[in-house]
DNA sequence: ACATTAATTATGT
DNA sequence: ACATAATTAATGT
């Protein structure tokens, strides 16, 4: 196990506010792990035995419906903790954690997280933040699915997924990480053919370019007029 | 307004 | 050459 640099948790916020030392300390207890794309950090209804840290890469949450089809519950950037909803309830992973491409992470016995939290102050309560916006958007979305339609839902998820893992580059923002119809289709909830038809319709008339499993926004104002519009 | 089915084409290893 | 991704049309609820 090679050695970490603790500058590496520095700047995220649930360490910003801790000394070298401690950081050290905190490092010295991790473990790395790095997926390729399609790998699982943790499944659905696993024992949650430990918690995560993405240092690099990008995690999409999945669950699994009674029925059996898979939703894309949310998407987790790198700097951000996962796998810490379960501390605060069961003790199973309420979803899986898998891989949206190359990833690398951190993580520690499930124990620590109170430890953590006791110990460095501002810790439980980045915390909190995090797990509080997460709920405020699986709710928000929940409630999207209702009321909105899917031409507005799909626009409202390319511009969230430009929020969370947008990369300018010369033609506009890229979502930088391989993503697929079906996978808005999943994080939607409509079909891979009506994404398909959206996305071709957009870009023809030059809201975005799109290429096998990439997608970039050209110009995000479009999708903005399209998310909050009637027709 | 959107899903489903199915057939066809494109794209990456 | 093969598997996976994307498009497109036709038909169904």
């Known amino acids: 196990m090679k050695k970490?640099?603790?500058?590496?948790?520095?700047?995220?916020?649930?360490?910003?506010?801790?000394?070298?030392?401690?950081?050290?300390?905190?490092?010295?207890q991790a473990?790395?792990?790095?997926?390729?794309?399609?790998?699982?950090?943790?499944?659905?209804g696993e024992e949650a035995t430990r918690f995560y840290l993405l240092l690099d890469g990008h995690i999409r949450v999945i669950k699994t419906t009674p029925a059996g089809d898979q939703i894309i519950v949310l998407h987790i950037a790198a700097g951000q903790l996962f796998g810490i909803a379960a501390a605060l309830g069961h003790s199973l992973y309420p979803a899986t954690a898998q891989a949206a491409a190359e990833s690398?992470?951190?993580?520690w016995p499930m124990p620590l997280?109170?430890?953590?939290?006791?110990?460095?102050?501002?810790?439980?309560?980045?915390?909190?933040?995090?797990?509080?916006?997460?709920?405020?958007?699986?709710q928000?979305?929940?409630?999207?699915?209702?009321?909105?339609?899917?031409?507005?839902?799909?626009?409202?998820?390319?511009?969230?997924?430009?929020?969370?893992?947008?990369?300018?580059?010369d033609e506009g923002i890229e979502i930088d990480f391989p993503i697929t119809r079906q996978d808005i289709s999943e994080m939607t909830g409509t079909t891979l053919h009506t994404v398909s038809r959206l996305l071709s319709g957009w870009e023809k008339q030059g809201i975005i370019l799109s290429t096998r499993k990439r997608i970039v926004i050209v110009e995000a104002h479009q999708l903005v007029r399209i998310s909050?519009?009637?027709t």
């Open 31 to 44: 473990q790395t792990k790095r997926l390729d794309e399609g790998g699982s950090f943790f499944s659905e």
């Open 228 to 230: 909050d519009n009637l």
């Open 113 to 138: 997280l109170q430890e953590f939290s006791a110990i460095y102050q501002g810790f439980a309560t980045e915390n909190y933040k995090v797990v509080g916006a997460r709920m405020q958007e699986m």
């Open 104 to 107: 690398l992470a951190l993580s």
């Open 4 to 28: 970490l640099d603790e500058s590496l948790l520095l700047r995220l916020p649930p360490f910003s506010q801790l000394s070298r030392a401690q950081i050290r300390k905190i490092l010295d």
């Open 140 to 169: 928000s979305r929940i409630s999207e699915m209702a009321t909105q339609q899917v031409e507005q839902r799909v626009a409202t998820a390319l511009l969230r997924l430009t929020n969370q893992a947008g990369r300018k580059t």
